[in-house]
C-alpha cells in the first residue's frame, strides 16, 4: 500500500479550479487554461512531493489538469462522481461550494487512498481517438433530433431546414466514421482485436470500433469485473427472507447503446446467441430482460475472445 505525504482535493471548472491539502482550511482558485495549472504546481510544489490529487470527472474540463499532473509524475485518482457524493452525503452535509466539494475530495482520498486507483493516461493516439467516437456518438444525438423535428408538423421553411442539417450531419458522421477506421486499422494490435470482436454475431465494424476505443480493458478482466464495468452485472437485492428483484445500473458511457444494438442484431443472427435469447423467452423472461442478458453474455464473449488473443500473442 502506497503512504502519501498529502491528500489534495481539486474541483474542477468550466473556467476556474479549486485545491486544498487534507488537514487545511485554505483553499485556493486558479483559471482552467496553461498559466492557472503552471501556477498551482509553484505554489504546491512543496506539498505535491509523495502526494496523491483528487478530483472528478467533469464533462472533460479536467483533462488538462489530469494530464498535467500526470506528466509530472505525480499520483492521480479521477473519483466516480456518484461515489463522491454518497461519500458527503455519509457525513449528513448537504451544502454545496466548490471550496467545500475541494475540501471533500481531498477527505475522500485521505480515507479512501488504500482503495483508490490511480489514473493512467492512454496514448495520444487513443486519446484522439476517443474524441472522435464521443463526438460521433454527439453527432448521432443531434441527427436524430433533428429527424424527430422532420416528423413533426412543421411549414415548409423548416422542412428545408431540417433536411439541410440531416445532410450536414450525416456526411459529418460518415467522415469522423472513416477517421475512425483509419486511426485504428493504421494500427496492427487495435486491428487485430477489431477483427476478432467482429467474428461476434450482432458487432459489425462500428460496433466494433466502439468497443475497441471505448474498453481498454476487454481481456483484462474476468467474466464478472467486464459485466460490471459496462453495468450489466445483475446487483443483488436481498433482505432477510425478502430476495428482491436484481436490476442492472451504471456502468461505462456509451457501451450500453452499442452493445444493445449488437443484442438486437444477434437476436435475429443464425447463431447460439439467437438461440440462447429464445429460451430466455421460453422460460418466461420479459423482452427486455432477457435482451439485457444477451448483451452481458455478448461482453463476456468479447472479453474472453481479447484474453486468448492475448495470451496468444504473449507465447509468440
Keep these: 500500500m502506497t503512504s502519501y505525504n498529502n491528500f489534495i482535493g481539486l474541483d474542477i471548472g468550466k473556467f476556474n479550479f479549486c485545491a486544498v491539502v487534507y488537514g487545511h482550511k485554505k483553499t485556493y482558485e486558479y483559471t482552467n487554461d496553461t498559466s492557472g495549472i503552471q501556477q498551482f504546481l509553484q505554489d504546491y510544489q512543496d506539498y505535491l512531493i509523495n502526494a496523491l490529487c483528487i478530483l472528478e470527472t467533469t464533462g472533460g474540463y479536467e483533462m488538462d489538469v489530469l494530464l498535467t499532473l500526470c506528466e509530472q509524475g505525480i499520483a492521480v485518482h479521477r473519483a466516480n462522481t456518484r461515489k463522491v457524493k ?42 484522439d481517438l476517443y474524441e472522435l467516437v464521443g463526438r460521433r456518438n454527439d453527432l448521432k444525438q443531434m441527427l436524430i433530433a433533428e429527424k424527430n423535428r422532420l416528423a413533426a408538423p412543421r411549414s415548409q421553411t423548416i422542412q428545408s431546414s431540417c433536411h ?140 474472453a475472445k481479447l484474453r486468448d488473443l492475448i495470451l496468444i500473442k504473449k507465447e509468440i
Design 164 to 303: 439541410t442539417m440531416i445532410e450536414t450531419l450525416s456526411q459529418e458522421i460518415s467522415l469522423i466514421t472513416a477517421s475512425i477506421t483509419t486511426f485504428i486499422e493504421e494500427d496492427p494490435q487495435l486491428t487485430a482485436k477489431k477483427t476478432e470482436l467482429k467474428t461476434i454475431p450482432g458487432i459489425g465494424n462500428i460496433i466494433a470500433n466502439e468497443l475497441v476505443v471505448l474498453l481498454p480493458e476487454l481481456g483484462h478482466l474476468n467474466r464478472k469485473q467486464i459485466a460490471s464495468l459496462v453495468g450489466l452485472a445483475p446487483r443483488a437485492n436481498d433482505s432477510g427472507r425478502l430476495t428482491g428483484y436484481r436490476r442492472t445500473g451504471h456502468g461505462r458511457q456509451l457501451i450500453k447503446p452499442a452493445l444493445f444494438l449488437a443484442a438486437m442484431a444477434a437476436r435475429k443472427s443464425k447463431s447460439e446467441l439467437k438461440i440462447f435469447y429464445e429460451n430466455l423467452i421460453k422460460r418466461g423472461k420479459k423482452k427486455m430482460v432477457a435482451l439485457v442478458a444477451l448483451m452481458r453474455k455478448i461482453i463476456v464473449i468479447a472479453n
Design 86 to 127: 454518497n461519500f458527503i452525503r455519509s457525513y449528513g452535509d448537504r451544502a454545496k461550494t466548490d471550496n467545500l466539494d475541494a475540501k471533500a475530495l481531498a477527505l475522500y482520498g485521505f480515507e479512501r487512498s488504500a482503495r483508490l486507483d490511480l489514473f493512467k493516461p492512454q496514448s495520444k493516439k487513443m486519446q
